[in-house]
């Protein structure tokens, strides 16, 4: 079932959760792409020829650069994101969530952005039911084009790495970290987008480490950034309480 919901003349949110029912791991994962394929939040009404990619080769992003959304979504309880769940002081970018009510909150760039890296710096606490993400968006003919990469890390350890051309053509990979990136401790998270002469690649890093490396279905269309935090059900079991994903030194380095 998909939900249809509109919220802006310029924009339609797709929505289709599923609720995971099956502890089988290759259940779980079907069930991961199948909601992520068919959830896409906008429909931007963007000309390619009139790019607002920085001419710089490396920018550093600040509160600045970003909007702060609020949305919701979806028909499984997870309460989408609110612009009242960000802040930020003395550099650092405070992405609060409710995980009770399953609300998070998200940044979302007012630029958008060509092949390049794109990296944050940030620390996750100790909980599942909530998921971590950096991500690139482009949204089109309802559907038909949906360029996306992302980083998303959930239920402590587990990582998912994706690339996307339209809600029904992408791929994805799934990964578990050898080691906690919930430490206490801020990780460098960063995708590389290639896309022109050297051909069309995306590489996913983790501490500088290259995690994946995905060649087919890759994005050629400038994106906008996004980073955030949200709760959907196949993040892991729901927790109560209130948690803070923090964030610093968001830069793009253009290719």
């Avoid at 079907?30 to 990619?53: G, L, P, Q, V």
């Avoid at 405070?94 to 958008?112: C, P, Q």
């Avoid at 998303?152 to 350890?157: F, Q, R, S």
């Avoid at 990582?159 to 994805?172: K, L």
Wanted: glycine residues 6%; hydrophobic residues 30%.
């Amino acid at each position: 079932k998909v939900i249809v919901d509109r919220f802006l003349p310029k924009a339609t949110l797709l929505s289709s959760w599923y609720m995971l029912k099956d502890s089988d791991e290759k259940t779980k994962k079907n069930e991961i792409y199948t909601a992520k394929k068919e959830w896409r939040w906008f429909y931007y009404d963007h000309d390619s020829s009139a790019s607002d990619t920085p001419s710089s080769e490396e920018t550093t992003l600040t509160m600045a650069n970003f909007d702060a959304p609020t949305r919701k979504w979806g028909s499984d309880g997870n309460n989408g994101i609110t612009a009242n769940n960000v802040s930020e002081s003395d550099g650092i970018i405070d992405i609060k969530i409710e995980a009770a009510m399953r609300r998070g909150g998200a940044l979302e760039s007012k630029s958008f952005y060509g092949p390049g890296s794109f990296s944050m710096d940030a620390k996750f606490p100790k909980t599942t039911g909530i998921c971590y993400s950096i991500w690139t968006f482009y949204y089109a003919n309802n559907g038909d084009i949906n360029h996306e990469i992302d980083i998303e890390v959930y239920d402590n350890n587990k990582v998912v790495y994706s690339s996307y051309v339209s809600e029904t053509i992408g791929e994805h990979t799934y990964s578990d970290i050898d080691s906690k990136i919930n430490d206490g401790n801020y990780h460098n998270y960063r995708i590389d987008w290639h896309h022109g002469s050297e051909g069309d690649y995306t590489e996913y890093y983790i501490d500088n480490n290259l995690m994946c490396k995905i060649t087919k279905n890759i994005p050629t269309h400038d994106m906008k950034l996004w980073i955030g935090a949200w709760c959907p059900t196949w993040a892991g079991e729901t927790m109560t309480g209130t948690y803070h994903m923090l964030v610093k030194n968001i830069k793009y380095k253009k290719f």
